[in-house]
T-cell receptor, first 113, second 115 residues
Framework: GENVEQHPSTLSVQEGDSAVIKCTYS??????FPWYKQELGKGPQLIID?????GEKKDQRIAVTLNKTAKHFSLHITETQPEDSAVYFC????????????FGKGTKLSVKP | KAGVTQTPRYLIKTRGQQVTLSCSPI?????VSWYQQTPGQGLQFLFE???????NKGNFPGRFSGRQFSNSRSEMNVSTLELGDSALYLC??????????????FGPGTRLLVL
């Protein structure tokens, strides 16, 4: 079945710096790749997603890139702020009746003021 | 629109008991999925319901079951609770309209502690 690997498990950056989190997936049939942010005591919040027919997507300070050939995708956060501190999860899905999300293990991002 | 709501938010049970968790999806969303989150295993898919039918199921024992009602609200049940069932149970809803079939929005979760 699908397996999603996520790195790094922890990431500490200074406020204003950029943060990059990388994920690889194993099943070439996966075609949907969302990223979630989870703050303490809350459920995961969708922050950006990308589908396999697109190579890059950007939303203000957040961008995601997808390399289908290499089967990896990355989250880029620019101009980080303390409120970006949280656990970030990547996920992959094949869509349709197999639309369940397979998650990476998460990255704990700490942004130091 | 109100987000996904889950009740109760916290629950304490003892081994051998059973528990029922409830989820109300975002208005208009027809698909509901359930996930279990633990520190060791991370986020794992339990099952998905669409139009009152279980459409997909993860690799969990038969003690875990669910159902969906005609108004899209969903419940999941865990029977004969074990210590290892202690986890955050998350519900996610999806609009299931063209172009957003896979997009899932999560609720705050139900924290279950089994003693």
């Amino acid at each position: 079945g699908e397996n999603v690997e996520q790195h790094p498990s922890t990431l500490s950056v200074q406020e204003g710096d950029s943060a990059v989190i990388k994920c690889t997936y194993s099943d070439s049939a996966s075609n949907y790749f969302p990223w979630y942010k989870q703050e303490l005591g809350k459920g995961p919040q969708l922050i950006i997603d990308i589908r396999s027919n697109v190579g890059e997507k950007k939303d203000q300070r957040i961008a995601v890139t997808l390399n289908k050939t290499a089967k990896h995708f990355s989250l880029h956060i620019t101009e980080t702020q303390p409120e970006d501190s949280a656990v970030y999860f990547c996920a992959a899905s094949k869509g349709g009746s197999q639309g369940n999300l397979i998650f990476g293990k998460g990255t704990k991002l700490s942004v130091k003021p | 629109k109100a987000g996904v709501t889950q009740t109760p938010r916290y629950l304490i049970k003892t081994r051998g008991q059973q528990v029922t968790l409830s989820c109300s999806p975002i208005s208009g969303h027809r698909s509901v999925s359930w996930y279990q989150q633990t520190p060791g295993q991370g986020l794992q898919f339990l099952f998905e319901y669409f139009s009152e039918t279980q459409r997909n199921k993860g690799n969990f024992p038969g003690r875990f079951s669910g159902r969906q009602f005609s108004n899209s609200r969903s419940e999941m049940n865990v029977s004969t609770l074990e210590l290892g069932d202690s986890a955050l149970y998350l519900c996610a809803s999806s609009p299931m309209y063209r172009g957003s079939q896979e997009t899932q929005y999560f609720g705050p979760g139900t924290r279950l502690l089994v003693l």
